[in-house]
């Protein structure tokens, strides 16, 4: 997986797991994606911002700083599914 693949998929469920706290899958998913970028791609210090219509994520690799930029329509496409169709997330412990 590329690495900006990676970053769209962890930012991705990363803001399902925050609109969704009590949501074990969103929770684990989330904690896999950040184990990948840290072990497949030596991310370190990840961390995003939303301004706008756009994501920003910031992060290092190999002690140089990193940028990627996404559109909120494209992240929050997960999330807006969820929030349309409840019934087909139900939440197992």
Same mark, same amino acid.
């Given at each position: 997986?590329?690495?900006?693949?990676?970053?769209?998929?962890?930012?991705?469920?990363?803001?399902?797991?925050?609109?969704?706290?009590?949501?074990?899958?969103?929770?684990?998913?989330?904690?896999?994606?950040?184990?990948?970028?840290?072990?497949?791609?030596?991310?370190?210090?990840?961390?995003?911002?939303?301004?706008?219509?756009?994501?920003?994520?910031?992060?290092?690799?190999?002690?140089?700083?990193?940028?990627?930029?996404?559109?909120?329509?494209?992240?929050?496409?997960?999330?807006?599914?969820?929030?349309?169709?409840? /019934?087909?997330?139900?939440?197992? /412990?």
């Amino acid at each position: 997986m590329k690495l900006q693949d990676a970053v769209y998929n962890w930012l991705t469920i990363t803001v399902v797991a925050h609109a969704r706290p009590d949501d074990t899958a969103a929770q684990e998913t989330e904690r896999f994606f950040a184990d990948l970028l840290r072990e497949d791609h030596a991310v370190e210090q990840i961390a995003y911002t939303k301004e706008d219509d756009v994501y920003t994520v910031t992060f290092t690799v190999n002690n140089e700083s990193r940028t990627f930029r996404f559109p909120a329509e494209l992240v929050e496409t997960m999330l807006d599914q969820i929030n349309r169709e409840p /019934e087909k997330y139900v939440n197992y /412990e």
